[in-house]
Nanobody
Framework: VQLQASGGGLVQAGGSLRLSCAAS????????MAWYRRAPGKERELVAY???????SYADSVKGRFTISRNNAMNTVYLQMNSLKPEDTAVYYC??????????WGQGTLVTVSS
């Protein structure tokens, strides 16, 4: 599975960005798609995930501000980020878990939120 993330950039606090991640290759049996982030000097953290059944989960720090979604084919995952804060500044990575194959990672896209 290959993952291509896009949509990062520079935005002012309070603004919005939408990240996209397109999966290609052997995409059948993907169980979930997720977004992680790594802020400068911090550990990587799970931001949100969505399962093949449509269940979603969010980190407490982004609840009510971020929305994860996917297309029906489970080959594209999105992260709509609203009311962005400087502490959301990080490299965001898309991630998928595929039954029988494990986890796959995208290359990361930088989100910078200025105060």
């Amino acid at each position: 599975v290959q993952l291509q993330a896009s949509g990062g950039g520079l935005v002012q606090a309070g603004g919005s960005l939408r990240l996209s991640c397109a999966a290609s290759g052997s995409i059948f049996s993907i169980n979930y798609m997720a977004w992680y982030r790594r802020a400068p000097g911090k550990e990587r953290e799970l931001v949100a995930y969505i399962t093949s059944g449509g269940s979603m989960s969010y980190a407490d720090s982004v609840k009510g501000r971020f929305t994860i979604s996917r297309n029906n084919a489970m080959n594209t995952v999105y992260l709509q980020m609203n009311s962005l804060k400087p502490e959301d500044t990080a490299v965001y990575y898309c991630n998928v878990f595929k039954a029988g194959a494990g986890q796959f990672w995208g290359q990361g896209t930088l989100v910078t939120v200025s105060s």
